[in-house]
């Protein structure tokens, strides 16, 4: 099943209109739509509702290189969005076990299991992370795990 609001797909609606109708459950649910924090985030936790027991949650775009790459609003082609600031703000939940792969633009992993590696960076509100602090510590932040290494956690 494909959620878009503009192409592709199979279902054309935004997340948003999908899940408040939505009544199926997923093994894995690929998150690569609006990357801008607050519906990435609203994203995983609808994800979650309807993730079936032993299933995966997988994010687009989790790493960008530079400011410029995750800025909001957009203002370049090579754009991750701030998905980045869901992942920091999924880490302090103990209840999931999230990770980031380095493959493509850094792919985010949800499981729906206790944290293994709970980070404790407590925010009122995670969009205001600034980008100096994510350069200087993503790896820590986003729990930065190799492509083998992901195959040996699922
Ligand atoms: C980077 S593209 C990725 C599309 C697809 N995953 C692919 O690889 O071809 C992002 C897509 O998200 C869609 N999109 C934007 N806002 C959305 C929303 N609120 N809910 C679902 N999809 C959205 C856009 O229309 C666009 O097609």
Same mark, same amino acid.
């Given at each position: ?20 109708? $939505? ?16 519906? /990435? ?7 979650l509702?309807?993730? $079936?027991?032993?299933?995966i ?30 992942? /920091?703000?999924?880490? $302090?939940?103990?209840d ?31 969009? $205001? ?26």
């Amino acid at each position: 099943m494909g959620i878009d609001p503009v192409s592709g797909g199979t279902v054309r609606a935004t997340s948003d209109q999908f899940f408040a109708k $939505n009544d199926e459950k997923f093994d894995c649910v690929f998150i690569d739509g609006l990357h801008e924090y607050h519906q /990435v985030k609203k994203d995983i936790l609808n994800s979650l509702q309807f993730l $079936n027991d032993g299933g995966i949650i997988l994010l687009h775009d989790c790493l960008p290189n530079n400011y410029y790459e995750q800025a909001t609003p957009r203002c370049q082609w090579i754009w991750n969005g701030d998905v980045w600031k869901a992942i /920091v703000e999924c880490r $302090n939940l103990k209840d999931i076990d999230v990770y980031t792969c380095y493959a493509d633009f850094g792919i985010g992993v949800i499981f729906k299991r206790p944290n293994k590696n709970l980070l404790d960076y407590k925010l009122p509100n995670y969009k $205001n992370i600034s980008f100096k602090f994510y350069y200087e510590n993503y790896k820590k932040l986003m729990n930065i795990i190799e492509y083998d290494e992901l195959l040996n956690i699922i």
